[in-house]
Each structure stands twice: as C-alpha cells, then as structure tokens.
C-alpha cells in the first residue's frame, strides 16, 4: 500500500521519529558537516582528469570511473545495489557518421558542422534523402491537449520537415500558450525527431537560435557529432526518419529567401497557431554514413540497506558520463566534463559518506545511481525506467544532482520545475534551516526538467527534485566572484573547457549537497511518502 506525504508533517519536527531510530539532531548534523569542499574538490580533480578522458561511454575512461566508484562506496560500507554487483549492463550501439559529408539544397552545398550537422539514428551504415521535398511545419509539435497540430492536414512522408527549436509558448511569452516561457517536452530535440518519424517523414531538420535552445551553435557542433549512442533495438530504430540533424539560423534564412518566403514572418506565423508552408521547389540531400559498434556501458547502484525499512529507497541520482575525447580536434581534444558532470558525481560520494556518520542507518533505504549516457539523450537512466532494479512502488523519491554550484554561497535555492511535488516543501523546509528561500528555475525557457536523469523518474511517478544554486548571492565579494566565473562556465558548457579550476570557490555546492542530504534523510524517517501535486502530469502509477 502506497503511503503519502502530508503536507502538515512539514511544520512538525523534523526529526519526530528520531526517538524511535536512535538518531539524534547532534548525529545528523555531523553528516551533515562531514559535507567537504576540499573532498568534493579531490573527486572531481580525479574523475575530470585527462587519464579519464572525458568519461565516454564504453570507453577506457568509464572502467577508470566506475573502478573509482566502486573502491568509494565499498570502503564507505555501501552493498552492491544490483544483486551480488555495482553495476547494471545498458546494452549501446554507437553510430559516428563521416564528417566527409554534404547537404545540397537549391544548388548549394552546406559543410558539415560549419553550417549543418547531419547524422542517423538508424542502426545502419548507410541512409540518405535524395531530393526530399522540404516543408517548414512550425515547432514540429502535435499535441492535442494545447489544440496543437502544425501537421494537421499534411503528409509529409518522403519529405523532410524543417523546424523551430523551443515551443510556442518561449517566442510568445504567453502564459496561456503551452507554458508560456518555460519549455515544454514539445519544445525539446528529442521530442521533435519522434514525432517527424511517427509522421511518416524522411528527414528531419532542426533550425539552431541560440535563445531558444538555450546554447550556442558550438554545442550542436560538439554534441552532435562523433559517436553517438542509443539502445540496441531488434528494429534497429529503422522507425526513425533516415536523417535528422541541425542547420544554423544563417542556413535557414537563406533557404526561407530561397523558397520566396521571410523566415522571421514564418517564425512568428508558427508561434500564434499551428503551421506549416511547403518550402517552394527546394528539396534536400545527404548520406550518411555510419560507423557501427555494439557495446555494453553500465549503471552504477549503491544501497545503504534501511534500519526498519530496507525495501523502500530514496534514490540519489547523477549522471557519471561526458563526451569523451574527440581525436579529430585541433588543439585540446579531451571534453573533462569537470562541472558536467563530475561535480554530481562528486557529490554523489560525498552525500553517501555523511550518512555513514550516523549511529544507525535511516529508517529507508538509501540507493546512489549514477547513470551512464545521460549526454545522449538521458539514455542510462532511460533504460534504468524501463527495467528498474528497485520497482517504483518501492521507490520512495528521487533526488538528482547536474552540474553543482560553483559560483559560491547564496541565499535562496533554484527548484526546475518547481511547483510539481511535495518534494519543494520538503527542500523550503531543510533550506530555512541554512538561512535560505526557495526560489523557481532561473531560465525556465531551457526546459530543464526535462534534460536531466531525474526526468526518467518522474515518467515513473516517482517524485523527483532537481534542485542547486541560486541567483542571490551571499554578500559581495560573492556577487563580484560570480559575475566573473558566470562568463567562463558559460563558454565552457559541453567544451574542452570545462576542467577543474583551483579558483572555483566550491562552498555554494557544499550548501546543496548538505541540503540534498537532510531531505533525503528527512524522507527516510517520516511515515509517509512525498507525493505529486495536484497539477503535475506526473502523477504516480
């Protein structure tokens, strides 16, 4: 039987089951204490380490990560969360499409990374679109809850559809329109090749604006390219449209002149209604060719078996995996994936050490996975869903960490997504106690609750928060440190750049993990279960 969180528990003690476990407030706080900059820092110095190569999936570097995990959680005292093992198999197949490749349209070819990214999700070494009729269908989004059809009355098999990234709601900043500015699923990459291929279509194009997408061109060019990972399937995705990929907004305004239409009038027709307009006479070609390897990457599960209840389990959640190492770069060719994600990584260690500083274990469970391919598209914790080693009915919440704070202390707490689950009153709860407020996601355009491996979660009906930093510093020299680091972590997002610095001033992403690690014991000792609110669309099953 499913018990639920009542919201008048939070205003009780929040240690009211305390006399029962044996842990008192002194206990809890030196967990919570134990939460380290120096040791957060030690982690991630090792884990984005050029020996780690950019922790590529089924790479030499994911055996140096998972090795590494494993030696902490063992000598913390943790039990392999998969049966007798650390880890749980996620079988992969990686495609790397040759960059000697060209999209022609209207007698003009367009350099591969330069001005598109071309690929296939096809599991084969060989697709194209050959003189694909193109037709611009909007933000590509069907979706009849928001009376929404941009494909109503077409028929776009064996032609290529060209897109807007993002969601109406972002281009209109309608609150009545989708979600207004923050973004939908529709809104995401991911959605939008689904649908083109349930469509029927041949191709799919992206059109890349910085603002929509929340990232720079450079992110495409790097994301996009090299291997790229999906799950073995027996229909070897051939479900998919044979080619997807991106174009810049130079591209595009050059083939809307070519087809005689304004592309800034067809953006804004497309954000007050659905539609769609065939491109003129222009059409597309491109072959792709893929490069093919099977492999198995791995989950990795850590348990700290529940004193009274070792059946039901908070999960912590972060993603282990980068990009990896691109030999065909110029200059530093290693993506450390230091704050992407070798912070959450970090701080998985770190949060499952302060609960060993307690006399007895929690009440539940408490499960550390860190998932692999979450840079491909949230794969590890996708598979992780579809074949769970905890069932949902027995997972009690879901707490992940993505690319900690490292711009230093600050006086609020930055919830994506807030507003969908008890979860929030749990966090407003420990953070009052740091002296903190609650706040809502910062940039809700960029549909974050849907980009990390928490999403996989909540898709279970399980309660999941993804929560860290804030945009209210602690005192000045807070302020001024952060305007500067602002600009660096901003250029190095998903670039070689992103390494360890001595400079990062680590005590901001102290203040989360300490806060993650309270809610999750504060979950671990009520009764009851968190639950979604009543608006949510992720409602338990």
């Not at 206990?27 to 780690?52: C, P």
């Not at 599991?123 to 194209?128: D, P, R, T, V």
């Not at 302020?479 to 660096?488: C, G």
């Amino acid at each position: 039987m499913k018990r639920y969180f009542s919201l008048t528990l939070i205003t009780t003690a929040i240690l009211a089951g305390c006399a029962t476990t044996s842990i008192t407030t002194d206990d809890v706080a030196k967990g919570y204490n134990s939460i380290q900059a120096d040791d957060v820092a030690q982690h991630v110095k090792v884990l984005a380490s050029d020996e780690f190569g950019g922790r590529a999936p089924s790479s030499p570097g994911e055996k140096l990560t998972l090795d590494y995990l494993t030696k902490h959680f063992k000598a913390l005292g943790y039990q392999p969360g998969n049966g007798d093992s650390f880890l749980q198999e996620v079988p992969l197949v990686s495609l790397e499409a040759d960059s000697n490749m060209v999209l022609s349209i209207g007698g003009k070819d367009y350099q591969y990374k330069t001005d598109m990214v071309m690929g296939s999700s096809r599991i084969s070494e060989l697709e194209a679109i050959e003189n694909s009729e193109l037709v611009f269908v909007g933000y590509g989004i069907n979706a009849p809850e928001y009376n929404w059809n941009d494909y109503e009355g077409l028929d776009v098999k064996g032609k290529t559809v060209v897109m807007l990234v993002n969601d109406p709601g972002f281009a209109t900043k309608d609150p009545a329109l989708f979600t207004g500015d923050a973004m939908t699923y529709y809104g995401r990459w991911t959605y939008k090749y689904e649908e083109a291929s349930r469509q029927g279509a041949a191709g799919a194009i992206i059109i890349h604006e910085t603002a929509p997408a929340s990232y720079p061109w450079s992110v495409v060019e790097n994301s996009w390219s090299g291997e790229q990972f999906g799950f073995q399937k027996e229909n070897n995705n051939m479900d998919r449209v044979a080619v997807e990929g991106w174009v810049t907004t130079e591209v595009a305004k050059e083939l809307f002149s070519k087809a005689g239409l304004d592309f800034d009038s067809a953006k804004a027709k497309a954000a007050n209604s659905a539609y769609h307009v065939k491109m003129g006479d222009l059409t597309a070609s491109v072959t792709v060719k893929n490069t093919i390897k099977k492999s198995i990457s791995y989950n990795f599960i850590a348990t700290l078996p529940g004193s009274e209840m070792p059946d039901e389990h908070i999960i912590y959640s972060a993603h282990w995996d980068h990009l990896g190492t691109d030999k065909n770069r110029k200059g530093d060719q290693i993506y450390n994936g230091a704050h992407d994600n070798a912070t959450g990584t970090a701080g998985l260690i770190e949060v499952a050490e302060a609960f060993t500083k307690l006399p007895k274990h929690p009440r539940r469970s408490m499960t550390f996975l860190a998932v692999t391919a979450e840079e491909q598209g949230l794969l590890g914790s996708k598979y992780y869903a579809a074949n769970p080693v905890i069932p949902a009915n027995k997972t009690v919440a879901n707490i992940n960490m993505d690319s900690l704070n490292l711009l230093g202390k600050v006086k609020d707490i930055s919830v994506v997504g807030i507003g969908k689950s008890q979860m929030d009153d749990l966090l407003a709860a420990a953070a009052a106690e740091q002296g903190r407020t609650v706040a809502g996601d910062p940039n809700p355009s960029s549909g974050g609750y849907y980009r990390s491996d928490h999403f996989a979660f909540a898709n279970m009906g399980i309660p999941a928060m993804y929560a860290g930093g804030g945009t209210q510093a602690f005192d000045e020299d807070t302020a001024s440190y952060r305007k500067r680091m602002s600009l660096v972590l901003r250029g190095c997002y998903h670039q070689p750049c992103d390494r360890y610095r001595d400079e990062w001033d680590l005590s901001g992403a102290v203040q989360d993990l300490q806060l993650f690690y309270k809610v999750g014991f504060n979950i671990s000792q009520q009764s009851e279960w968190p639950r979604w609110n009543e608006n949510s669309e992720f409602q338990r099953k």
